[in-house]
C-alpha cells in the first residue's frame, strides 16, 4: 500500500462517504472507489459496508484504521521535523575554524548566527585546518573556516575572504614615520618569523624573492607555542619587526602597543575557505550558515 493509499482510506473513514472523501482530496469519485478496492484486493478482506447512505468500516476496516492513524501521524511528525530544520526552529551545527579564523572574526560570527538563531545549538571548535579537514571527511564536523584551501576530496569549500599580511612595528620605530616603506629597508631589519615552512614565512620569503629582495630570519618562533603572541611580544619589546595578519594586530594597533607599516611591495593576501563535506553542502543548516558568515564579512 502506497501512503496515498492509506491518506484516502483515512479519509474515506473518517466521513463516512465517497463522494465527501473525493470532494475533500479534490479528485473524482471513482477513482476513491478503485483505490479502496484495490486496497481491499491487497489484503484479501474487505474494509467497507453500505448501510444506507452511509459507508461503515467492518472489523477489518476499524483495526486498519487505528494502524492507518498511527502511521500518518509519525509521517507528519517527520515532516514537521524537516521543515523546522529547514525554517532552522532547531538543529545542532557542529562549527571548526583554524587558528586564523579563531583568533579573529570567527568567535563572533559565531555568536551572531546563534542571537539570529536561538532554537539552534552551535559548538565551535578551533584546531589546524589539517585537524579539522580530519573531522569534516568523518563526519564530525559540519562545517569548517580553514586557513588554506582543502586538499581532501571529498571535502568542498568557497572562497570567503583575504586577509592582509602586514608588517608590524613596536610604536617608536623610525620607520612608523614614513607613508611608505621600501621592502628592501624592512629587509635591513631583524625579521621576527615563525620556522621555515608555516604559510605566513612561505608567502613573505617569496614575495621577498620575486622582488629581489635578501630575506633573513634574526629570530624565529615555533609554531608549536603560541607564535602569534611571542612574535608580538618580540616586536613591541623592540627586537625587530615581523609578519601578520592584518585581522591578529588589530586590538594591538588600537591599544598602541603595535604600528603596522605601509609597504605596498608586499601586497600579500592569505585566502581563507568555508569548507563542508560534499555529501552534507545541500544541509539547510549549512547553508545557512555559510550565507550568514558570508554577509557577516562585511560587518567585521
Not at 624592512?186 to 614575495?207: D, F, K, P, W
Request: net charge positive; with cysteine; aromatic share 6%.
Amino acid at each position: 500500500m502506497t501512503l496515498h493509499q492509506l491518506k484516502m482510506f483515512a479519509t474515506v473513514a473518517k466521513l463516512r462517504s465517497f463522494t465527501q472523501a473525493a470532494e475533500e482530496l479534490r479528485i473524482r469519485q471513482p477513482s476513491v472507489s478503485l483505490l479502496i478496492k484495490a486496497v481491499e484486493r491487497e489484503l484479501e478482506t474487505k474494509l467497507f459496508e453500505k448501510l444506507g447512505n452511509k459507508v461503515h468500516l467492518t472489523v477489518a476496516g476499524e483495526a486498519l484504521l487505528h494502524d492507518v492513524e498511527e502511521i500518518l501521524a509519525k509521517v507528519g511528525g517527520i515532516k514537521e521535523r524537516m521543515d523546522e530544520i529547514k525554517g532552522l526552529k532547531k538543529g545542532k551545527l557542529a562549527v571548526g575554524g583554524s587558528a586564523l579564523a579563531g583568533a579573529s572574526f570567527l568567535p563572533g560570527a559565531v555568536q551572531s548566527f546563534k542571537k539570529a538563531y536561538p532554537a539552534v545549538e552551535v559548538v565551535l571548535t578551533i584546531q589546524k585546518s589539517d585537524r579539522l579537514e580530519k573531522r569534516l571527511a568523518e563526519g564530525e564536523l559540519d562545517v569548517a573556516v580553514l586557513g588554506r584551501s582543502p586538499r581532501l576530496p571529498q571535502i568542498a569549500a568557497d572562497a570567503y575572504r583575504n586577509e592582509e599580511i602586514v608588517v608590524i612595528a613596536p610604536p617608536n620605530h623610525p620607520l612608523t614615520k614614513r607613508r611608505s616603506v621600501p621592502l628592501k629597508l624592512i629587509a635591513r631589519e631583524r625579521l621576527i618569523t615563525q620556522l621555515s615552512g608555516r604559510l605566513v614565512r612561505q608567502m613573505v620569503e617569496r614575495r621577498f624573492a620575486q622582488k629581489g629582495v635578501p630575506f633573513v630570519a634574526g629570530l624565529e618562533v615555533d609554531a608549536e607555542f603560541g607564535p602569534r603572541d611571542a612574535i608580538k611580544a618580540a616586536v613591541a619589546h623592540g627586537w625587530g619587526l615581523g609578519f601578520m595578519s592584518r585581522c591578529h594586530v588589530i586590538s594591538d594597533v588600537k591599544a598602541g602597543r603595535l604600528k603596522v607599516l605601509k609597504v605596498p611591495e608586499l601586497n600579500l593576501k592569505r585566502p581563507i575557505y568555508i569548507s563542508f563535506h560534499k555529501n552534507h553542502q545541500s544541509s539547510s543548516l549549512i547553508q545557512a550558515f555559510t550565507s550568514f558568515l558570508k554577509s557577516y564579512k562585511e560587518r567585521s
